[in-house]
């Protein structure tokens, strides 16, 4: 079968015709299934994308053919993996426009990126009476690192408040910045309302206090071409699985001179250059802060969803999705009794709403029968939700093998449940 | 499938719209929060328990339609109860919503019109919500301190 790069090169592809995305679908073979009978409708791509064959083939074949441990042995196998594992650091790199391929670090996930900075970092360099700025619309991984860390230095958390369209205030922000702050640590896209933050004019303004910006990117990169440099971000961290690769690997970046700066956050194989008994000398980075041997398949794979997604085009993947995402919006404001909680400008893939008189979770049940998987709940994001002064949302976060028709069959869902509970 | 309207039979969106015993209990001598990280049902059961009877029992919160009409049908059910009926019902209405499908619940006629809520059974991650008021009232007759979590 032809892939889609071969029937249209990525740089001539503004957005996803149906045709293409009908090729796509072909791609992902749990999207082929029935659930409840229906045809399943997957709008849950925010907690966790779906994988391509290309991506599960990849760590099949990997397993299948040439895995071995890496960085160690001499024999063939070895140097085999060993060259796949650092072949997608480097396609990291060139995903996220890192300057060099050391400024990748292999971890579980965007919440172990956070916490290695939080750890190797900041913990070092934090003292009493010290600040670190969080936005009022972080996922709780971006939130809990940071407040464990004041905990334990009697530092203080600070948050930039959002205004009623979920946008963060970036007058507010100005203010919140002062000589005690130390860190600020912004989600580039919010998980539970979808706006898109300005980042790269948050990062100005921080360097001018030259304070350091850590980005969570876990929602961002899906949707949007990330470059670093750009951004001028000091860490951007992120996860493998929303990306179509696989769970428990993820990357994060940081600028080499902050890396060569920080200490390791765990110690063991790997890491190290030399080890006695009475010492022990870190290796350079980005291997000082990989102790142990890694998720190596898992690496694989993410290198195989990078492919993936450039085969078909970022920018593309991007324009299509806020296709999808504004048909959603409209079809579904139109609903009388459904309110849409983030009304940003500028918004990415995440539609949250309630309907009048019923909880989410029921919302999430019917959809459900219907063989629509949304997401109702809190979304790991609380104080998003007190701030609109709501228990929980259903939220539907769209990718780019979605498809209006789809849009349409969560649209006639939600009359369902208005129905139901009529 | 299973049907939609057997989880969301009549009575319970009649409980859930109506509930009944709602608000808070001034003289309650038993009280107890009640929560459920997974869809944030949070609930306070408050009863009135004068020489081991339930004489009165209330409770207050917001929740998903299954979690309140569940406390809202269990007010009704345990008032006048004693507190070893109350516990015993506890039993029965919980092996309703989780024994194997092919173990009939013991006097399944004791749990009366609680059994509307037989298809929960179908809806494994809804059971906690039909059980959520039930565990918060156990842990006020016991006057546990610590909230009760369904996780």
């Not at chain 1, 609109?388 to 539907?396: D, E, G, K, L, Q």
Request: aromatic content about 6%; overall charge negative.
């Amino acid at each position: 079968m032809k892939g889609l790069s071969e029937v249209l090169a990525p740089e001539t592809r503004k957005t996803l015709s149906s045709a293409d995305v009908a090729r796509i679908r072909e791609d992902f073979p749990i999207l082929k299934q029935q659930v409840c009978g229906r045809p399943l409708v997957y709008f849950d791509n925010a907690a966790t994308s779906q994988k391509p064959r290309q991506v599960i083939e990849a760590i099949s074949r990997f397993y299948a053919e040439d895995y071995s441990n890496i960085h160690r042995a001499v024999h063939t196998l070895s140097q085999r993996a060993t060259q796949a594992f650092e072949a997608v650091r480097v396609k990291v790199q060139r995903f996220v426009h890192a300057a060099e391929d050391r400024e990748i670090v292999f971890v579980r996930g965007t919440t172990e990126g956070n916490n290695l900075v939080a750890h190797g970092y900041l913990r070092p360099r934090l003292q009493a009476g010290d600040e670190i700025l969080v936005s009022g619309m972080e996922h709780h991984s971006n939130i809990v690192p940071w407040q464990m860390l004041c905990g334990e230095k009697n530092a203080r958390l600070r948050v930039i408040p959002i205004s009623d369209d979920g946008e963060l205030i970036l007058e507010e922000y100005e203010r919140l910045l002062n000589p005690r702050t130390r860190l600020v640590a912004v989600t580039q896209v919010s998980n539970a309302l979808g706006t898109i933050n300005p980042i790269r004019r948050m990062v100005e303004i921080a360097h001018r206090q030259r304070v350091p910006v850590l980005v969570d990117g876990a929602q961002g990169i899906p949707h949007l071409a990330v470059d670093v440099q750009a951004l001028d971000c000091d860490f951007y961290t992120f996860s493998g699985h929303k990306l179509c690769g696989p769970t428990g690997i993820g990357a994060l970046y940081g600028k080499a001179n902050l890396l060569e700066a920080m200490s390791p956050f765990q110690g063991g194989g790997d890491m190290i250059v030399s080890v006695t008994f009475e010492k022990t000398t870190y290796n350079k980075i980005p291997h000082r802060f990989e102790a142990g041997t890694p998720d190596i398949a898992g690496v694989i794979g993410l290198g195989a969803a990078i492919d993936y997604l450039q085969s078909i085009g970022i920018e593309a993947i991007n324009a299509y999705e806020e296709e999808l995402l504004a048909y959603a919006t409209q079809e579904v404001a139109r609903i009388p009794g459904v309110r849409i909680l983030g009304t940003a400008q500028a918004k990415a893939s995440v539609l949250s709403f309630t309907v009048d008189g019923v909880h989410p979770h029921d919302i999430g049940t019917i959809l459900d029968q219907l063989g629509i998987a949304i997401r109702a709940g809190h979304h790991c994001a609380q104080p998003v939700m007190d701030r609109f002064n709501v228990p929980a949302t259903a939220r539907a976060s769209f990718a780019f093998y979605n498809t209006k028709e789809e849009i349409d069959a969560l649209v006639q869902g939600i009359r369902r449940v208005m129905e139901v509970f009529g | 499938m299973s049907d939609l309207r057997d989880l969301y039979q009549e009575l319970i969106l009649d409980h859930t719209k109506h509930p009944r015993n709602f608000g808070a209990l001034e003289n309650a001598n038993c009280r107890a929060d009640g929560h459920n990280p997974l869809c944030g049902d949070k609930l306070t059961v408050f009863l009135d328990v004068s020489n081991g009877v339930v004489k009165d029992a209330r409770f207050q919160g917001s929740g998903c339609a299954i979690s309140t009409a569940s406390a809202s049908m269990m007010t009704e059910s345990i008032k006048g109860k004693t507190r070893a009926e109350a516990e015993t019902l506890f039993e029965r209405f919980h092996q309703m919503l989780t024994s194997p499908p092919d173990v009939e619940v013991q006097d399944a006629e004791e749990l009366g019109k609680l059994v509307v809520f037989s298809g929960v059974k179908e809806f494994p991650v809804r059971v906690k919500c039909a059980t959520l008021a039930w565990h918060t009232m156990n842990a006020a007759m016991r006057h546990e301190a610590e909230p009760v979590s369904t996780e």
